[in-house]
């Protein structure tokens, strides 16, 4: 189970069995590309200094640290940041503030930040 500030789930990805691991090539970076890349690509200026290219340069993190803490999900900044109140800055991934005033916002569904929870809990192993 993971906790986040206001957001309490069990962890189910993509509808598997509670045991099936969770697949860093297969699971987590298709949304890593979709969600995060288009501002978090290397060779793109972002504040945070975090790149998402590749397992590498995710698992090293940004100015803000490290954002996967290996077997700890609920510690981890990248899932924190996926929540409706990350610790600092704005939920990810960003949107237009005029789309999230209107209720209009594009969030990572449930079930993708569930994935990328066992992931991380799971050893977020380059697999």
């Known amino acids: 189970m993971i906790a986040l500030p206001g957001v309490l789930f069990l962890i189910n990805p993509q509808g598997r069995a509670g045991n099936e691991t969770v697949s860093f090539k297969k699971d987590v970076f298709p949304l890593v590309q979709t969600y995060c890349l288009p501002c978090h690509a290397e060779e793109n200026f972002n504040p945070s200094e975090l790149s998402m290219d590749n397992y590498k340069l995710l698992m090293a993190g ?3 640290g490290p954002s ?3 077997g ?3 510690e981890s900044l990248m899932v924190q940041k996926l929540g409706p ?3 600092e800055g704005e939920r990810m991934p960003l949107n237009p503030k005029k789309k999230v005033k209107e209720g209009k ?3 990572m ?3 993708e930040v569930k994935a990328i929870a066992k992931w991380i809990d799971q050893g977020a192993k380059e697999n």
Do not use: F, R
């Open 62 to 64: 940004g100015k803000s």
């Open 105 to 107: 916002a594009v969030w």
């Open 109 to 111: 569904k449930e079930e």
């Open 68 to 70: 996967v803490v290996k």
């Open 72 to 74: 700890k999900s609920a």
């Open 85 to 87: 109140k990350p610790p």
